[in-house]
């Protein structure tokens, strides 16, 4: 198993910037790489970026690409969400995953941070 906790979101003005960060915990040798996914109001939970463990490879969704950077420090087992320009439309509550080597699925998952972004 692997446990997940997110810290780091808050209430920012529009154009601001925030960090959120995900600490790992437990059989974090098995992960293969980690998500930031988003669930704003009314709306799925979507995928944001996502980092490979080892080699640190990124992705990011159309609507952060330029803005947000993820980034992970395998040393303490933690991944960052690093969130500049933030607009109204990124308010969700921000979920951190994980997922084991050749896993289409995440299969862990932390509780929640919420993010506000007023305009």
């Known amino acids: 198993q692997v446990q997940l906790v997110e810290s780091g979101g808050g209430l920012v003005q529009a154009g601001g910037s925030l960090r959120l960060s995900c600490a790992a915990s437990g059989r974090t040798f098995s992960i293969g790489d980690m998500g930031w996914f988003r669930r704003a109001p009314g709306k799925e939970r979507v995928l944001v970026a996502r980092?490979?463990?080892?080699?640190?490879?990124?992705y990011y969704a159309d609507s952060v690409k330029g803005r947000f950077t993820i980034s992970r420090d395998n040393a303490n087992n933690t991944v960052y969400l690093h969130m500049n320009s933030l607009k109204p439309e990124d308010t969700a509550v921000y979920y951190c995953a994980a997922r084991r080597e050749l896993r289409v699925d995440y299969d862990y998952w932390g509780q929640g941070t919420q993010v506000t972004v007023s305009s």
């Open positions: 980092i490979t463990w080892s080699r640190g490879y990124t």
